[in-house]
Structures are given as structure tokens and as C-alpha cells.
């Protein structure tokens, strides 16, 4: 019931030192029991016994414990906290042993190394490395290349493990595994499907790839999980859906595809980066306009019926969209004027934000004021100097300027043109205006869309919100300025869930 830990561990190395073959073989079965039990410390100092034995059987196929080994090894790196016993299996050689051990053994030794492997990978970061150092990414792609069946769920998961790692992202184009890649983001357990789904992320910022794992049907796959998979994992794949959208080529195959009310759920959701990528995505997908009309309806429904969070995210897109040429009779069709300016009066000072940002850029077009005047938005707009909010001020000056404009409005608005926010928001615009190479500027954030939409040669232009609410076109090659902005959220260590979860 309390077994003398050291004693046994002595036990057991002399029997490993000079017992007979068979009394070796039931030392380490009795070890594969016991390493539930045993303290982490004990377990630590049989690695380098168990390893020796994995070196000298590497090259003999015909050892009869070589599967006990690699199986007595697995269990003890499933033990202690935080991997710490996995990274010292894959310091002590062993691992390197078990990839050599892989592709000469029969199929149950074959098993029982994928699942050892398996685990080191999932317990340890460092423990990919070592794979994709010692040939290992190879190994996985030739066997997955012979169907493998019985073992093909482990080899996928072993690859989607791997890929996180920057040189086997690089080595999987080269040897045609990117096919294995997005089989690995269709099909095991979710914690997998999210890390395949994240190396396509980011091997999709190139043009190259991007064109080749569409051509794979990585769209489909994208489309699933965005569906069914758990919170984290629709994030994850909203934002390398957002990867493909950077190519203007897909934008419809996106939209066609069903990603607007997927997206639109993104936005409605408790995750605030996945609201971003949501708001980011509706912006590319609004290029054609057939999908900007798409997507007023449910941002309409959303300034309805959402909670704080998504009404101010539904406004942030409809702010982006009113700075492009061909959605602004959408927005003014769509009914969300109205809303918004009902919004002016909402609780939350975010929602308020957003959506005076909004009502400032549609000013900027003589209908859309007639509009927001039926509405009532100049009194509101008139209050709001008076918050004190300064961005809040800022967006409300920005549309009583032009309100000031009108001759129905003119006298009411004169009463507020020395006011600090007005004066200051006045100025401001001077001076764009006049740093912009004598084009005229109508606008703060308006862009005219011919000038945002890509040929068809280069990626779409990625948008972002300056200081003022100025929308800049950023062409990237490498970091694209919304959607890996935020891949630095997903792809880092925080989004691997408990190492306990999946073994």
C-alpha cells in the first residue's frame, strides 16, 4: 500500500542492469502500472534507463520489448505538471530513438510509437522541434501518404502539433503535405482541427499557398468549424477565413460559401477579438455589393435585437462601410439609420462611440443627411458636445459640420460653431484637406472604393481606423494589418487548453 519508492527504483535498475530478458520485460510493465502512482521524482530518474533501452533497440527490430518500452514511456510522460516529464523524455534522446524506431517497426510497435509520439507533442512545445529536426515531419507525410489507416487519427494529430512550428510550416509545402494539413483541420479532436486550422493562417499569407489551399478545399473546412466548432476554435477560423478573404479572387467563394450569417454569429458572440474579426471580414466581403447588402440585413438585425457589445460592433462596420462609395445607398436602403440615431441615446458609452462615428461619416453625403435629419440626429448631436467623451464630442463635431452646410440647419447649428470641439474638428479637416495634393477630401475616413478595391494582380487592401477615423489602405505582404494583428492572439501558447484535456 506504501511501497518504498527508492527501493523500487533500485529494483528496477538492477534488473534492467543484469536481469534476463524476461525479467526486464516485467520490470517495465511493472513500471507502465506503477507510473500513476509513483512520485514525479522517481519517474525522472527511469527516462535515461528507458531511453538507454529505445537507443539499443532502435536498430534491432526483432527486440521483444521495444513496444513496452515506448508504451512504459508514454504513460510516464503523461504524469507530473506541465509536461515537465515529457520535455525530459525528448531531452534524453528518446524521442530521436522512437523516430528511428517508427518506420522499421511492424504495425502494432508502429501504434504504439504514434501514440508515444503523440503525447511528447502535445505535453511539449520543445518536444515538436526535436521531431522536425530529426526528420520527423518526413516520416509523418510518408505515412500518411500510405493511408495508415488504422493510426491515420494520431498522424493527423502528430502533423497539426508539428505545424505550429515555423520550419515544418515551410518544409509541409515543399513535400506536398499541405493536403495532410487541412485533412488534419477536418477531421480529430477539436484542440487539433484549431491548431491545423491556425498553421493554415498563417501559411495562407502568401499568395502562392493561399491559391493552393483553396484549391484543397480549405474554404469548406473553414466553413465547418466556424459552425461547429467551440468558442475559441470559431475564432480561430474566422480569422484564417480572413486570411483566404485577403485575396479579392475569393471574396465570393467566401460569401457563397455561407460565411455572412456565420460571421455575423462572430459578431454576436462573448469573444471581443472575435467581434474584430468578424467587423474585419464584413469590410472585405462588402467590396461586392450584392454581399454588402447581405450583410446591412443582419447588421441591421443586430442593431435591433444584439446586446451592447454587438450593437457597437454592428455600428464599427457600418462606420467602415459608410467611407465606400457603393455601400452608402445600401446603408441608407437598409433601414439602420434610424437605429442608429436611436442609438445616440443608448446606456453604453462604446455603443454611443461607434455609432456617432458612424452617423459622423454618413454626414458626409447630402442624402444620408436628410435622412438622419428626419431621424432627429442634429438635437442629439448637439447634446453630445457637451459629453465627456472627447471622441465622442469629436465624431458629433465632425457631423454638425456638415449639417452646417444645410440651409434647414444652418441657423441652429450657427449657435455651436465656437465651441471647442466644433472649432477643433474644423481645423482638423483644414488641414487634411490641405495635406492632400490638392484632391479634394470630403471626408475624414471616406475612400473612394476604386481606389481601395485591388486588381486582381495583388492582395485586397486591409483597413484600419486611424486616430481620426481616417481609413487607410495598407498593402501587406507579410504582416496584413487586421487579420494578423490579430493571428498574434491566436497563435500564441495562451489558446492551448489544458495539456490534460486531450491525452
Known amino acids: 500500500m506504501n511501497p518504498n519508492w527508492e527501493e523500487s527504483l533500485n529494483h528496477f535498475e538492477r534488473m534492467i542492469d543484469s536481469g534476463t530478458e524476461s525479467m526486464r520485460i516485467k520490470a517495465v510493465i511493472k513500471l507502465s502500472k506503477l507510473s ?23 536498430s534491432n527490430n526483432s527486440s521483444p520489448h521495444q513496444g513496452l518500452v515506448v508504451h512504459c514511456l ?26 528511428r524506431l517508427l518506420p522499421q517497426s511492424n504495425a502494432s510497435v ?13 505535453l511539449c512545445n520543445e518536444n515538436r522541434l526535436i521531431v522536425a529536426m530529426n526528420g520527423g515531419l518526413e516520416i509523418i507525410v510518408n505515412m500518411l501518404s500510405s493511408s495508415m489507416d488504422g493510426v491515420r487519427r494520431y498522424l493527423l494529430e502528430i502533423l497539426s502539433a508539428l505545424s505550429l512550428v515555423r520550419v515544418v510550416r515551410r518544409g509541409l509545402v515543399s513535400l506536398g503535405g499541405l493536403r495532410f494539413l487541412v485533412e488534419a483541420a477536418r477531421v480529430g479532436n477539436m484542440l487539433s482541427r484549431e ?13 502562392r499557398v493561399r491559391r493552393m489551399l483553396v484549391d484543397l478545399g480549405v474554404i469548406d473546412v473553414l466553413m465547418e468549424l466556424l459552425r461547429v466548432g467551440d468558442g475559441a476554435l470559431k475564432v480561430v477560423a474566422g480569422n484564417t477565413l480572413g486570411v483566404i478573404l485577403a485575396n479579392i479572387d475569393y471574396i465570393d467563394l467566401v460569401a457563397q460559401s ?22 474585419d471580414a464584413f469590410c472585405l466581403l462588402a467590396v461586392g455589393e450584392a454581399n454588402a447588402v447581405v450583410i446591412a440585413e443582419h447588421l441591421v438585425r443586430i442593431l435591433r435585437e444584439g446586446n451592447a457589445d454587438s450593437k457597437a460592433a454592428a455600428a464599427n462596420v457600418f462606420w467602415d462601410l459608410s467611407g465606400y462609395k457603393h455601400t452608402v445607398p445600401v446603408i441608407r436602403n437598409s433601414g439602420a439609420i434610424p437605429l442608429l440615431v436611436e442609438l445616440l441615446s443608448s446606456q453604453s458609452n462604446e455603443v454611443r462611440e461607434t455609432v456617432s462615428g458612424a452617423i459622423a461619416q454618413l454626414s458626409y ?32 463635431a465632425e457631423a454638425l459640420i456638415n449639417f452646417f452646410d444645410d440651409t434647414l440647419q444652418h441657423e441652429t447649428i450657427s449657435q455651436v460653431v ?16 490641405g495635406a492632400s495634393d490638392n484632391q479634394t477630401v470630403s471626408s475624414m475616413r471616406q475612400m473612394n472604393i476604386d481606389q481601395a478595391e485591388p486588381t486582381r494582380d495583388y492582395d485586397a487592401g486591409i483597413y484600419r481606423r486611424s486616430s481620426f477615423g481616417l ?32 491525452i
Open 418 to 433: 465656437d465651441h471647442p470641439s466644433f472649432r477643433s474638428m474644423q481645423n482638423r479637416l483644414g488641414r487634411i484637406r
Open 36 to 58: 500513476n502512482q509513483a512520485p514525479e521524482y522517481i519517474l525522472s530518474q527511469t527516462i535515461p534507463i528507458l531511453s538507454n533501452l529505445i537507443e539499443d533497440d532502435s
Open 258 to 279: 455561407g460565411a455572412i450569417p456565420l460571421f455575423a454569429k462572430l459578431i454576436q458572440g462573448s469573444e471581443s477579438v472575435g467581434q474584430e474579426i468578424a467587423e
Open 471 to 502: 481609413i487607410e489602405a495598407s498593402m501587406q505582404t507579410c504582416s496584413m494589418t487586421i487579420f494578423l494583428k490579430v493571428v498574434h492572439f491566436h497563435f500564441d501558447s495562451s489558446l492551448i487548453k489544458s495539456k490534460n484535456t486531450y
Open 110 to 122: 508502429q501504434k504504439i510509437c504514434l501514440k508515444c509520439i503523440w503525447c511528447l507533442v502535445n
Open 74 to 99: 508514454k504513460c510516464i510522460a503523461r504524469q507530473g505538471d506541465d509536461g515537465r516529464l515529457a520535455t525530459e523524455i525528448g531531452q534524453s534522446g528518446a524521442l530521436c530513438s522512437i523516430l
Open 195 to 207: 491548431r491545423a486550422c491556425q498553421a493554415i493562417g498563417l501559411l495562407g499569407i502568401t499568395r
Open 365 to 396: 453625403s447630402q442624402a444620408d443627411r436628410e435622412a438622419l435629419n428626419e431621424s432627429g440626429a442634429v438635437p442629439l448631436l448637439l447634446d453630445l458636445l457637451h459629453d465627456d467623451s472627447e471622441e465622442l464630442k469629436d465624431n458629433a
